[in-house]
């Protein structure tokens, strides 16, 4: 008789419940859209602010940033959130050992749906020792901001989920069933 293992009677369950999420819950796959925006100022001290900074505008946040201030290489993302006391949002950088931050304050509340603009003259370059009288230089122009490239990520569809899904499950239901056939080879003397 022909036996199903409960391995194989779970992935089945699985491959039926994400059948059903997905025709109950139609529209939920989403698209991202990512604006790279280049960056553009010069300090009070003579250096200069230049790279990109990508921001989903569909969820309002900064998702990378790629920039050269005063000769310091900003390459990893820190921390952001809506600076109010500055009237902007605020996106902090590092160099990747941490040693230098750039705050950068855009002159709006959330980056979502952000087009690009002026960057407010809160925005600096700064060491981690700025409480002991360390380095720190603001935009004296405030800069810019401006849309260099926009794409598109897009997460599949929930029927596309449930698809996988089954394929693996019949995938597994195949390999346990196959497995259950085979029958070691006797030899006879």
Excluded: C
């Amino acid at each position: 008789m022909f036996q199903i293992s409960r391995l194989a009677k779970y992935a089945a369950f699985g491959g039926l419940i994400a059948i059903l999420w997905a025709v109950v819950a139609p529209g939920a796959a989403r698209a991202d859209v990512i604006d790279v925006f280049d960056l553009a100022g010069s300090f009070e001290g003579g250096g200069s602010l230049s790279g990109a900074v990508s921001i989903d505008v569909t969820t309002g946040l900064a998702i990378g940033i790629n920039a050269v201030a005063d000769g310091f290489v900003i390459d990893k993302l820190t921390d952001q959130f809506d600076a109010s006391l500055f009237s902007g949002y605020l996106v902090e950088g590092s160099t990747s050992d941490g040693a230098y931050f750039l705050s950068l304050v855009f002159g709006v509340d959330n980056l979502t749906g952000y087009a690009g603009g002026g960057l407010s003259t809160y925005t600096r370059i700064a060491d981690t020792n700025l409480l002991a009288a360390g380095f720190e230089e603001f935009l004296g122009d405030g800069g810019t901001a401006t849309l260099a490239s926009s794409y598109v990520l897009s997460a599949p569809e929930p029927s596309t989920w449930a698809l996988m899904i089954v394929g693996f499950a019949g995938v597994g239901f195949l390999a346990v069933h196959r497995a259950g056939r085979a029958r070691p080879a006797t030899a006879s003397v």
